[in-house]
């Protein structure tokens, strides 16, 4: 099943700058090969079921392996059946309707 993934990885203990471990778990999501948009309070994710959820589990490992005791993960997922729907195609659909 696909899924699009809005992804908030907030590492709790390790100071107030977020950037190496914002940066880990952007690698591990290039690594994986998923779909992804980075944005200012979270990260886009898109694919299929099990290798995003896979892939958020590798990012807690990453973040864990740079220090942070303590992860606080906020997800919300988005799955449809009727059709396909990139990222892109999503933005795309609302930035039409403001032309």
């Not at 696909?2 to 390790?14: A, T």
């Not at 100071?15 to 944005?39: I, K, M, N, R």
């Not at 995003?52 to 997922?77: M, N, Q, S, W």
Request: charged residues 20%; proline residues 3%.
């Amino acid at each position: 099943m696909r899924v699009s993934v809005d992804l908030c990885l907030v590492p709790i203990g390790v100071g107030v700058s977020l950037s190496p471990y914002v940066a880990a778990c952007q690698t591990v999501l290039q690594e994986a090969g998923l779909d992804h948009q980075l944005q200012a309070n979270g990260t886009a994710v898109e694919g299929e079921w099990a290798e995003v959820f896979a892939a958020i589990e590798r990012c807690h490992d990453a973040v864990h392996a740079l220090g942070a005791p303590r992860i606080y993960t906020v997800l919300k997922v988005n799955t449809r059946t009727d059709r396909d729907q990139s990222l892109e195609e999503k933005v795309a659909s609302v930035r039409a309707r403001l032309a």
